[in-house]
């Protein structure tokens, strides 16, 4: 029920002091006695009641209006408990909005903080790849090294690997742990131009099936290259009759190393900003990685064409012996070209699937083609080899046809 208390107090006192929400003075009273004893005792107060039709018919009570008995005044009478409950519920509402945005601000907060930090990270990432970009960049031309830098590269030559025409070959180890082949030039030879022309071709080349040059020394007449070192050693090693199981890679894996020679030739050929002709395509000069993809390497002999690669100009025959093309030895058979090593490639595929070398060099004036006669019987499909599998019969058939193809006239 709605009700509208009335306190009688002291015009001296605070109404501060009673836990009042909302009061609204009536009328002051001139009474005989103090307010204080009048809430100690029973007494009346007595005074002329307003009419209060009007205000009551708009839902509110009426009072006399600055003490007068003749004007009256509509004021609200508010439900004490029901306010109180608006105002808990209201602060309850505050309370709950303070709680709510204060959850958005601390997730608006963390978020700012996740993109701040995605932001700083994704510019490490962003500077790592450039600094990574640069050091590649760097390492995409071989380093100019000095002679103390080989002594120490190689622990003073320490480990020797072997020796070709042109100087021995040492393994090393860079500062980085990378294992090289340190290959020493031997500068009582020629006039530098084998040194001036690896250095220069290696250097503008990459490919997965070419040996990369790392550095370079040229320091009076000390001369050296620094290349990746390939544990397995070169192709030569690997050359064994099918018939020997013990040694024998098997016809797919050496049809995996033929197609990965032919794919690096193909860069040299065709996929360089100048053609490049190797001139020594031979078992020795390639070079096989761990799990067996080979590296064309030593490209001393090397001829980098700015012209037609279809006609080179040669003062003098280059290349091994019995992997060198006719053309190369004399002008009678043809001009000098790209096919040079064409023709290397397919003495090498004959020596694969040969399974030894195919060369008789007992006499320097006459060198003899000795590639077995059962090759011939091998595309004829008079098989006269080991084999174990139908599938290994067309793959060696098909290293044989093409090696055929390589070296016709």
């Not at 797919?252 to 996929?271: N, P, R, S, T, V």
């Amino acid at each position: 029920m709605i009700s509208c208390p009335i306190f009688a107090t002291d015009s001296e006192a605070s109404v501060l002091e009673w836990d009042l929400t909302f009061c609204s003075k009536m009328s002051d009273v001139t009474a005989p006695v103090s307010a204080f004893d009048m809430l100690q005792s029973e007494f009346m107060l007595t005074w002329s009641k307003p009419a209060c039709t009007a205000c009551e018919a708009e839902g509110k009570r009426c009072k006399w209006k600055n003490n007068s008995t003749e004007v009256i005044e509509c004021l609200d009478c508010y439900d004490h408990k029901g306010l109180h409950k608006r105002i808990t519920n209201f602060r309850s509402f505050i309370f709950s909005c303070t709680v709510i945005v204060g959850s958005i601000l601390l997730g608006l907060l963390a978020i700012v903080a996740f993109k701040i930090f995605r932001y700083f990270r994704e510019k490490e990432e962003d500077q790592a790849r450039v600094d990574k970009f640069l050091e590649d960049y760097r390492a995409e031309k071989p380093t100019r090294v000095t002679y103390a830098d080989v002594k120490r590269i190689t622990d003073g030559f320490k480990e020797k690997l072997g020796e070709g025409a042109h100087g021995a070959v040492f393994k090393g180890k860079l500062s980085n742990e990378i294992l090289v082949a340190v290959k020493i030039i031997n500068n009582t030879e020629g006039d530098g131009n084998e040194f001036i022309n690896e250095v220069e071709i290696m250097g503008k080349i990459h490919h997965i099936h070419v040996v990369r040059l790392l550095g370079f020394c040229a320091e009076g007449i000390h001369r050296a290259l620094v290349y990746n070192l390939f544990p397995k050693g070169s192709l030569q090693s690997f050359i064994f009759p099918p018939d020997d199981k013990d040694h024998f890679l098997g016809w797919e894996k050496m049809q995996q190393i033929a197609l990965g020679i032919a794919k690096g030739i193909e860069y040299l050929h065709q996929g360089c900003n100048h053609p490049i002709i190797h001139f020594d395509i031979n078992p020795r000069n390639v070079l096989l990685e761990d799990n067996f993809i080979p590296k064309i390497s030593d490209f001393g002999l090397a001829k980098l064409c700015f012209k037609n690669p279809s006609l080179v100009s040669m003062t003098a025959a280059r290349g091994t012996l019995g992997y060198i093309a006719p053309e190369v030895f004399s002008r009678n058979f043809g001009n000098v070209s790209y096919k040079s090593d064409i023709y290397s490639y397919g003495m090498l595929l004959l020596e694969m699937v040969g399974g030894r070398k195919n060369v008789d060099m007992s006499s320097s004036e006459n060198i003899h083609v000795l590639y077995p006669d059962w090759i011939h019987n091998l595309v004829d499909g008079d098989i006269h080899i080991h084999i174990e599998y139908e599938g290994d019969v067309k793959i060696a058939k098909k290293l044989a046809i093409v090696g055929l193809w390589c070296i016709q006239w």
